[in-house]
């Protein structure tokens, strides 16, 4: 696989080739980064001309996401409200005497948070983000594993890790499964779908019919979960 960037339409555009039989165009989040997929043997020429057509495409795709509602920044204070699986916790962050911190959950709606005295507010952000993603880890590892033997197929290794342009991600060949540590934060529905989208892409690498089918019959309804998956708030670190 080959990636190289070039400036088409006063766009930078990555563009990368690999051993599929359709050019695809995407446009993602949160700026609108444009890249190509290409056919090993399409021409440059023929790349530029696929761009410059869906041109007005990718600029109504770029100003829907500028104008994205984004989440403010956390500042992870008494009040503040953070989600879980889409559920608002509201925070209570109080110090204490010990030199470790603890998450503890108050009811569905509150969150407590032990902090050492002083602490600074990034090491407040990092030990949030490692909770989130604990949690999203708990919940996900028995849907993977349900929907992996439902689906027939098994991954070498999974994990969780931030992404910026993508919910998750899957390499066929080494048979790996990423998903996105923001997902967290979002209903579980959506992180059902996410999760059978990359499994599938061990049957079917690519969004093909065959692909597609498998999603039909699986979660007749992932094309609704998608569209709200993708409309909610950005993170705020257009994290």
């Given at each position: ?108 709606d509150k969150l407590l948070f032990n902090i050492p005295e002083s602490t600074e507010q990034e090491k407040l952000r990092r030990w949030m ?64 779908y996410v999760i059978l989208h990359e499994l599938a892409h061990l049957i079917y690498p690519t969004h093909d019919k065959k692909f597609i ?27």
């Open positions: 696989m080959n990636t190289e960037v070039a400036e088409i339409g006063g766009l930078d555009v990555e563009i990368v080739r690999k051993k599929i039989k359709n050019l695809h165009i995407g446009c993602y989040p949160p700026e609108g980064r444009v890249r190509v997929a290409a056919p090993e043997n399409v021409t440059a020429d023929a790349i530029r001309l696929a761009v410059l057509t869906r041109m007005s495409w990718i600029r109504r795709k770029q100003t829907q996401f500028l104008s994205q509602e984004r989440q403010s920044p956390r500042r992870y204070i008494s009040g503040e409200t953070h989600f879980l699986f889409g559920r608002p916790l509201r925070l209570e962050v109080q110090e204490w005497d010990k030199k470790v911190h603890r998450f503890f959950r108050m009811g569905n983000n490692a909770w989130l993603k604990s949690e999203l880890r708990k919940l996900a590892a028995p849907r993977l594993e349900k929907w992996a033997l439902h689906l027939k197929v098994q991954p070498r290794k999974w994990g969780i890790r931030p992404m910026k342009t993508k919910w998750g991600s899957c390499n066929p060949d080494k048979s790996i499964i990423w998903l996105n540590a923001e997902l967290a934060k979002k209903p579980e529905r959506m992180i059902d089918r498998v999603l039909d019959s699986n979660l007749p309804h992932w094309r609704n979960i998608r569209c709200e998956l993708n409309e909610l708030p950005l993170a705020a670190w257009t994290e």
